[in-house]
């Protein structure tokens, strides 16, 4: 007998602009230079750091300008005691990262994009911690058509871990395939925002654009980051909630929900049992 649908299930780990993109970088070269970084930084070696730089970093940031802003920065906050990379991603063919910067007043947080050919960096901006969103939620993309979908706001999973959501749903009647955008490392919104890009916003207005329904949530340790322990294991930090994005999904009247199949990296791999098993059938692609 033939199903009725298919449920496509879409697993992003870390970060895309590419619509469909499926992207991972594992931490190698982009960390070492984002560590010779922040050393030279936290040694006041202004030189070293920006031996670092791209041709278009050191025309546009000289090491006495570097050192001009770090100081003001550290006159704001002390001396940096240390730091750690929370998030890495991809974006436009440069590595993305995160480094959560602790300071003897306060905290912040850099950005740093890493040329993958060349280990240069090609980016680096601060920002002071606090919600790790940024205030604006961004353009469309240029792949989007805002006429053919419309957003609804959704809640994913059960009270004490509810998580706030959004579903961008496709004009007319259905029922349509849908997909569910899942987070990679690191304390994540919903949009997947890193600096200026909203990741999985732009991948969700893409898709709807397309004919899919498409699910994306905040991640449990960024809405509770203030109460989620340091060694929350995945099955607390990604299946349970991926589970239950799946199961909010298959649940609407819209959404063809026979069969799904499931793709991705390594993150497909350590929730596809436990998805299988409490969804029945499913396929892999």
Known sequence: MKPRGKFVLKLMSVISILLGANLAISAGSADLRCNQLLTALRDDNFSAATSHFDSTMKAGLSPDQLGKAWNQLLADNGKMQKWEIIQRGQAGGIDVLIAALTFEHGKMFSIISVRPQTDEIAG???KPAGAPAAADSGT???Y???KKFYEEDSVVGTKP???PGTLTIPDGSGPFPAAVLVHGSGPNDRDETVGANHVFKDIAEGLSSRGIVVLRYDKRT???RSVVPRNIGIDDEVIQDAVAAV???RARS???GDKFSSSGTA???CWRPKSQRSRGRSRES
């Open 144 to 146: 989007a058509n805002l």
């Open 254 to 256: 819209d959404v063809l």
């Open 222 to 224: 960024y809405a509770y």
């Open 161 to 163: 871990h509810e998580l």
């Open 140 to 142: 469309s993309p240029p």
């Open 267 to 269: 993150l497909v791999r």
């Open 247 to 249: 199961k909010l999904l």
């Open 124 to 126: 680096l901006s601060f």
